[in-house]
């Protein structure tokens, strides 16, 4: 079974950044409004993440580790429009399987101890009382002691380090209004106290010149929505209202041509709140670009877009990064000219 764990854990995590990423996404499902992140060497000695989410009693915490045990399938309409963050249960038995892991938890109900928990390549080694507080802390230690040929192909620390901070700023840009901090062996490296606006978050995270840099774009317009019947009402969950006209909406923030970056790093797209990679809308941000920056250098941009959990297909790939679209053309173009447009009607 830890075979089992440890090949998930190949499909899940490769580096730290990923196991940062199922980390804070179990943060967020449980509701953390405050959420600190601290690693060592990269992330390669420690990854620790605190949050003040609802916690864990004592059995949810050692089932936690248990395979496809998640609790986050509730209904049928689940399966079908995921709209949790995680939903496949394999991210903590499988990252408990390839490091050393330390669980502090508590739900802070005053009739509940807290739990302390240690496992180590998915061995459970100690379960003890621990009076915390409210949330949950996981430390990782030793990320892929266990599995030698995975560890060879961890970076620099200063690379690993990188992935770390892109993401804890990825999840920081979506959600203004929670606390997120990042430090890195004792250095804080992102400070992101709440704020109401986004705008406010760029600037806390990028400063003032870039946020100066910066154009705010929005847009929206009608999805196809052929071919998606409406599900019988036996299948229905009655709290879900009915399908919605299929809007999809675009904000976010797209650099002046002046703003030039030479990575593709500054190219932020976030689908449903998820962070996302995708060939399709970053050629689709290009070639709104085209013949406005020069072909050597990448624009900024923030891209927020909402449709409904339909049009979207987040189960490609198990690291969840990756997306299908339904209507592949027709998001690729509305980016495109929306962003166009937006720059067209900016410049001087
Ligand atoms: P999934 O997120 O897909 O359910 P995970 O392996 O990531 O699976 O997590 C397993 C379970 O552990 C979650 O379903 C949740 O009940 C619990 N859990 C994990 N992290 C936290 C957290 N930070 N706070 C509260 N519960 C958590
Ligand atoms: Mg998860």
């Given at each position: ?29 449980a509701g ?7 690693v ?21 915490a ?89 560890r ?70 009608k ?30 923030f797209?650099?002046?041509p ?17 962070l996302?990679?995708?060939?399709l ?29 339909e ?20 998001i ?17």
């Amino acid at each position: 079974d830890q075979v089992a764990n440890q090949i998930a854990a190949g499909e899940v995590v490769d580096r730290p950044a990923s196991v940062v990423k199922e980390l804070l996404e179990n943060s967020l499902d449980a509701g953390a409004n405050r959420i600190r992140v601290e690693v060592e060497a990269g992330g390669r000695k420690l990854i620790r993440i605190a949050d003040d989410g609802c916690g864990m009693s004592r059995d949810d915490a050692l089932l936690a580790f248990e395979r496809h045990a998640t609790s986050k399938l509730r209904t049928a309409n689940d399966l079908l429009s995921i709209a949790t963050l995680g939903f496949r249960g394999e991210a903590l038995p499988s990252i408990a399987s390839v490091s050393r892991v330390t669980l502090e938890t508590s739900t802070g109900e005053p009739e509940e101890t807290g739990t302390r928990l240690e496992i180590a390549g998915g061995n459970i080694l100690h379960v003890d009382d621990a009076a915390v507080p409210r949330g949950t802390t996981l430390s990782i230690a030793d990320l892929f002691f266990n599995t030698p040929a995975r560890r060879k192909f961890l970076r620099a620390e200063s690379t690993e380090l990188a992935h770390v901070t892109a993401l804890v700023t990825h999840y920081a840009l979506v959600h203004p209004e929670k606390h997120f901090e990042l430090v890195s062996s004792s250095h804080t490296l992102v400070s992101a106290p709440p704020v109401t606006r986004t705008a406010e978050r760029i600037y806390q995270i990028f400063g003032k010149e870039t946020l100066a840099q910066l154009l705010p774009v929005a847009a929206e317009t009608k999805l196809d929505r052929a071919g998606l019947p409406e599900p019988p009402p036996w299948k229905r969950d009655p709290d879900e209202p009915a399908r919605d006209p299929g809007q999809l909406r675009l904000s976010g923030f797209y650099s002046k041509p002046e703003l030039q970056k030479l990575n593709r790093n500054s190219i932020y797209i976030f689908v449903n709140k998820r962070l996302i990679r995708d060939r399709l809308l970053l050629h689709a941000i290009t070639e709104a670009y085209r013949n406005v920056i020069p072909p050597t250098s990448y624009p900024v941009v923030l891209l927020f877009l909402e449709m409904p959990p339909e049009e979207v297909d987040v189960n490609v790939h198990p690291a969840k990064t990756e997306v299908r679209f339904r209507q592949q053309n027709l998001i690729h173009d509305f980016v495109r000219d929306s962003l166009r447009t937006a720059l067209i009607k900016a410049r001087p």
